[in-house]
């Protein structure tokens, strides 16, 4: 009866860890990573997922990034001292401290959380049409001024 559900409450998705720094361990240089990261130690450097990865960062209230991190999702406890870059979700923890701008498409923020910059909405259609832009094939009819250049 109790245990026989048809229909459970999913339970909810634990991260997969693939890659720890721990809590005694500096890093120095760019990180590049696939899956799930989480630090509780200090990296001196960027922090970036493979593109198309869906990958996880967490970082601990022990932890530290001084650099610009670019991943799709990421979950903060801790301090970042640059850019954030995070067009999945991300969650801003009681004690997460980002000294930089947070470029989001989802936030979840914690009474306690602190920014120190902007936070700017960046939703998937803006970021196609500003990738299309750069790459030349804008869409967007030609003036009598930009036909003559």
């Known amino acids: 009866m109790w245990g026989n559900a048809k229909n459970p409450k999913p339970a909810k998705q634990?991260?997969?860890i693939d890659t720890l720094i721990g809590q005694n361990t500096e890093v120095r240089g760019d990180i590049v990573f696939?899956?799930?990261?989480h630090v509780d130690g200090i990296v001196r450097g960027n922090v970036i997922a493979e593109e198309g990865?869906?990958?996880?960062l967490t970082l601990s209230e022990r932890g530290q990034i001084e650099g610009d991190v670019k991943v799709?999702?990421?979950v903060l406890n801790g301090t970042i001292v640059g850019d954030?870059?995070?067009p999945g979700h991300i969650e801003l923890a009681a004690q997460a401290r980002v000294n930089g701008?947070?470029?989001y498409s989802l936030i979840e923020m914690a009474?306690?959380?602190e920014v120190n910059g902007n936070l700017v909405h960046r939703s998937e259609a803006a970021d196609s049409v500003v990738a299309l832009k750069?790459?030349?094939?804008?869409?967007?009819?030609k003036t009598s001024e930009t036909a003559d250049s």
């Open 111 to 113: 009474m306690g959380a």
């Open 14 to 16: 634990s991260a997969k």
């Open 53 to 56: 990865s869906g990958s996880l």
């Open 101 to 103: 701008n947070v470029y």
């Open 84 to 86: 954030v870059h995070a």
């Open 134 to 141: 750069r790459n030349g094939n804008s869409s967007e009819p």
């Open 72 to 74: 799709p999702n990421v």
């Open 34 to 37: 696939s899956g799930g990261l």
